[in-house]
């Protein structure tokens, strides 16, 4: 009768222990494959560090450019806002299509950049002598492709610790948008202020943003070196 009872329960006992086996060999098969998902999402990240900066740098001459200007006009502010945005849309495209398909946020890149060269198109071929409509037009930009900054800058913080700067530069863009539909009325003695200082202080972000991904790439790459 003990014999009887002995049999099932050790089988009972058997196949839990060959259950926990497994259970346990797919928990770490699953780690391992999440780690391998975060280095190569680190790897596709910090690859595109060049492009902020060239960004970063654009901004940062664009934004000179327009505060020092001598005598701004609109034609001249619609000029150099139309080289600064089609450039900024083909660096941002680039970075897009280097990661095309491997990442759950090269969209919004993309996306920004396309937003980003359509607009300056339109300052470059439109005859704007309605300086309400480059007001608009900048506005329509800068909330447009802030909000694809912060769309991105949510989707990376899944990837990585500490993503805030591309945030920011989201942030930035929205509130000078909004800043610039308030104040469409404000005239051509404000644009080059407003342009100048949003471009200044969006290319400070995107190159302290390149030094953060320089700087991440370097302890990755010293983290994935043999002991």
Not at 88 to 103: E, K, P, V
Not at 140 to 151: Q, Y
Not at 153 to 173: D, K, P, Q, T
Request: glycine share 10%; proline share 2%; aromatic share 10%.
């Amino acid at each position: 009768m003990g014999r009887g009872i002995s049999e099932p329960l050790r089988s009972l006992r058997d196949h839990l222990n060959k259950r926990s086996e497994i259970e346990g060999g797919e928990h770490a098969t699953g780690a391992v494959g999440r780690a391998a998902r975060w280095h190569g999402q680190v790897n596709l990240i910090t690859r595109n560090r060049w492009a902020m900066a060239v960004r970063g740098a654009l901004a940062l001459t664009v934004g000179t450019l327009v505060l020092i200007w001598p005598t701004p006009l609109v034609s001249t502010m619609a000029s150099l806002f139309a080289v600064y945005a089609f450039m900024d849309g083909i660096f941002t495209l680039i970075a897009s299509l280097r990661t095309a398909g491997r990442g759950e946020w090269w969209w919004g890149l993309l996306l920004e950049g396309v937003t980003g060269i359509v607009a300056g198109l339109l300052a470059s071929l439109w005859s704007w002598s309605n300086l309400t409509l480059l007001y608009e037009l900048i506005a329509f930009w800068s909330l447009v492709t802030g909000g694809f900054e912060l769309a991105v800058s949510v989707r990376l913080r899944r990837e990585m610790n500490g993503e805030i700067w591309l945030m920011l530069c989201g942030v930035c863009s929205v509130l000078f948008g909004i800043l610039m539909l308030n104040l469409s009325s404000a005239g051509l003695r404000a644009l080059p202020w407003l342009l100048g200082s949003y471009t200044i202080a969006f290319g400070t972000l995107l190159l302290t943003l390149s030094a953060q991904l320089e700087r991440l790439s370097r302890d990755h790459a010293e983290a994935q070196q043999p002991a």
